[in-house]
């Protein structure tokens, strides 16, 4: 990703450059050569960066390293945008007769431009000294030189359809059958809904194999109502609660009392037999889970039943599950079926058998695991010749600390694959909250935003053929379509590829949940914090304190409830004040039944950053 920021930083400094000479701006003394001396030496630096990105993974002192270049990246990138401001400012407020700063130009006029320019000059030596202490350092850690770019090459497009059908799945008729049985069997002994538990590690395939059952035909026939909540990390009780609730009744829930909305649900539920399916769940604090586990259990009807997916034992008993099922690993065989229909998609039974031996010696790594196995075959799919796959089987990922990497050998592979533009294009995506829909056209925006898809026109064209790639390659995943099926409109990550695009943006990309009521942990706070999502719970709940001291974010999110709107309008002079490196804001209203944001403080004029801002649904702003 470090090596993306380097080139797009590069490339901003060239066309500032040019902008600068172009308007003839003049330029306080030094600052040319510091110009030019700092993109020298960003081009030295981007000729060991993809060395440097994979070795980081096994080697501390080179992620270090690559921190502080990404940070300082981002700064000089930030400054060159004051520059470009102060570069457009100029050019607008020089007279018609283009008058420069001289003796026929008021004195008192041109003290600002002068103080504004020398500020800008100081930033650019200041920054120009850190970058060449960082280049020096490179040299300590004999890095492989690359002088052959090719980020902009397109992997060849396959001639078929672009993804993989997800009812095509291997291995699990026998689990299938085992989890329905369950389901269909009568309560017995057992008092309240009986809670069967899909146990797993990541990627193992949990999520899908409650999806299958969850559409089962025998399924769907005992059951009286079916509803399915993706849960995850943090379990919001009245999120939960009102997601159940619209499932019920087909129309979202406006209201804003947990005890409401679970009155609601028993009213809904009274008398019927439910299937209720509780994926993806991580909390282990048993208050959480046990207001609405009453409520279903007081209004269930016999036959009912509860099914969670989760990672960790400690959950399900927790949630008081009557049934564990533990979720093994694929076969060889089953996994080499899955990994072989992902890869040779499309191909033709000659180039098929040339690549089988090695493609079976791949899928054997992939551990039996059914994201590993999609995950690289969506990368192999796009390589054709023996050398390329010969080159995954042979790579040094395979051999990272299992402990310490986990599922993520496979994804890394598939991650380096990608040219450096569409890396941060998809570690971007940490920003979202696990388990979430993205919208597509809304994510192309936001990448724009970023300034990750270039600066010109077009930019939309690039977005959706960045996104066509990362499909293609498997990080996306459950597409939904137009009505005319004409093309794809939002999609899913798997938990497991969050948790990666997480890794890939730690301590640089958060999601923070703010309830009002429990002391704000600060674990999530770092100086360096550049995307931010916050979520506030309920009306008691604040902007916490330390955002205010985040001043390099370049994302903020804001997802209040309607309640929130007197706290939202306080904060929003004092975060116009402090976050002035912001790209992107949200501060659009998701529930717009009440008002939130009334009014826009002045102090938004100091985003001069600003390149994405949504207020949709404030019906009330002036």
């Known amino acids: 990703m470090t090596e993306a920021i380097v080139s797009a930083v590069f490339e901003r400094l060239t066309s500032i450059s040019l902008q600068v000479a172009e308007n003839g701006v003049r330029l306080v003394v030094g600052v040319n050569e510091e110009v030019k001396k700092i993109g020298t030496t960003l081009c030295t630096i981007r000729a060991v960066l993809e060395d440097a990105e994979k070795r980081q993974v096994k080697e501390q002192a080179v992620k270090f390293w690559l921190d502080r270049l990404q940070n300082v990246a981002y700064d000089i990138e930030d400054l060159l945008d004051e520059w470009s401001t102060a570069v457009i400012r100029s050019k607008i407020e020089e007279p018609q007769s283009s008058f420069r700063l001289s003796s026929l130009q008021p004195f008192a006029n041109s003290i600002p431009r002068l103080v ?243 493609g079976k010696k791949i899928a054997d790594k992939c551990n039996g695991l059914p994201l590993a196995a999609k995950t690289l075959g969506g990368l192999l799919r796009l390589k054709k010749s023996r050398e390329q796959w010969q080159r995954i089987l042979d790579s040094n990922m395979w051999e990272l600390d299992e402990a310490e990497t986990g599922l993520f050998s496979p994804l890394l592979l598939s991650y380096y694959d990608l040219p450096a533009p569409l890396r941060q294009c998809f570690s971007y995506c940490a920003i979202f909250p696990k388990g979430c829909k993205i919208e597509k056209d809304l994510l192309i925006r936001l990448w724009m935003a970023q300034g990750f898809l270039g600066d010109g026109n077009g930019m939309e064209i690039v977005g959706e053929e960045y996104f066509d790639n990362l499909a293609m390659r498997s990080f996306f995943q459950e597409f939904e379509t137009d009505e005319n099926d004409d093309g794809i409109i939002r999609c899913k990550m798997h938990d497991i590829v969050h948790d990666f695009a997480q890794l890939l943006r730690k301590r640089e990309c958060y999601v923070v949940a703010s309830n009002g009521i429990e002391e704000q942990r600060a674990e999530w706070y770092h100086e360096n914090a550049r995307h931010l999502r916050v979520i506030l719970d309920n009306e008691q709940a604040v902007i916490p304190s330390l955002l205010y001291n985040a001043k390099k974010l370049r994302s903020l999110l804001v997802d209040s409830c309607p309640s929130n709107s007197s706290t939202l309008n306080v904060s929003l002079p004092r975060l116009f004040d402090e976050l002035t490196c912001l790209r992107m804001l949200d501060l659009s209203n998701k529930f717009r039944r009440q008002t939130s944001i009334t009014e826009l403080p002045c102090q938004i004029g100091k985003l001069i950053h600003l390149r994405y801002l949504s207020l949709e649904g404030n019906k009330g702003l002036k």
């Open 116 to 358: 504004g320019r020398r500020g800008i000059a100081t930033k650019i030596k200041e920054l120009s000294e850190s970058l060449q202490v960082i280049a020096k350092e490179k040299d300590d850690f004999a890095f492989i030189v690359n002088l052959s770019r090719n980020d902009d090459i397109e992997p060849e497009r396959p001639k078929t359809t672009c993804f993989v059908d997800a009812s095509e799945i291997r291995g699990r008729d026998q689990d299938k059958n085992t989890i329905i049985s369950m389901l269909l069997s009568e309560n017995g002994q057992e008092r309240g809904i009986p809670i069967i538990s899909i146990l797993g590690m990541g990627g193992i395939g949990k999520t899908t194999l409650a999806q299958i059952v969850y559409n089962d035909r025998e399924v769907n026939a005992y059951f009286q109502k079916k509803l399915w909540v993706c849960v995850s990390d943090p379990f919001d009780e009245m999120r939960i609660a009102k997601a159940i609730l619209e499932a019920l009744t087909g129309i979202p829930s406006g209201l804003g009392e947990l005890n409401t909305v679970l009155v609601k649900i028993h009213e809904s539920i009274e008398g019927k037999k439910f299937l209720l399916v509780l994926d993806d769940v991580w909390t282990e604090d048993e208050r959480k889970w046990q207001s609405l586990k009453c409520c279903l259990k007081s209004g269930a009807s016999p036959g009912s039943k509860i099914l969670v997916t989760t990672r960790k034992e400690n959950v399900a008993t927790v949630m008081g599950c009557t049934r564990l099922f533990h979720l093994g690993k694929l076969s060889e065989e089953e996994c080499w079926s899955l990994f072989s229909q992902v890869a040779f998609s499309g191909w033709n039974h000659g180039a098929r058998q040339i690549l089988a031996d090695i």
